[in-house]
C-alpha cells in the first residue's frame, strides 16, 4: 500500500476512534449525573421521611391545681 494512502486511512481511523470515544464519555457522564440524581432523591425522601416519622415524646406533666 502507498505510505500516503496508508497515512491517511490511519488519520481517518483515528478521528472516528477519537469520536467514539468522545460519545462514550459524556454518556458516561450523563449515566453518572442520572445515577447522582437518584441517589440524592432517594436521600431526600429519607430524610423526609425520618422527619415526619411520629417521635416518642416524654409525656406531659399533669398540671397541679
Same mark, same amino acid.
Given at each position: 500500500m502507498h505510505?500516503? @494512502?496508508?497515512l491517511a486511512l490511519h488519520h481517518a481511523r483515528a478521528a472516528e476512534l477519537r469520536a467514539e470515544a *468522545? @460519545?462514550?464519555r459524556l454518556a458516561a457522564v450523563a449515566? %453518572? %449525573? !442520572? *445515577?447522582? !440524581?437518584?441517589r440524592l432523591g432517594w436521600v431526600l425522601v429519607e430524610v423526609g421521611l425520618r422527619l415526619t @416519622? @411520629?417521635?416518642k415524646t416524654a409525656p406531659a406533666v399533669p398540671s397541679m391545681r
Open positions: 505510505p500516503e @494512502a496508508q *468522545d @460519545a462514550y449515566r %453518572h %449525573h !442520572r *445515577d447522582l !440524581r437518584a @416519622a @411520629a417521635t
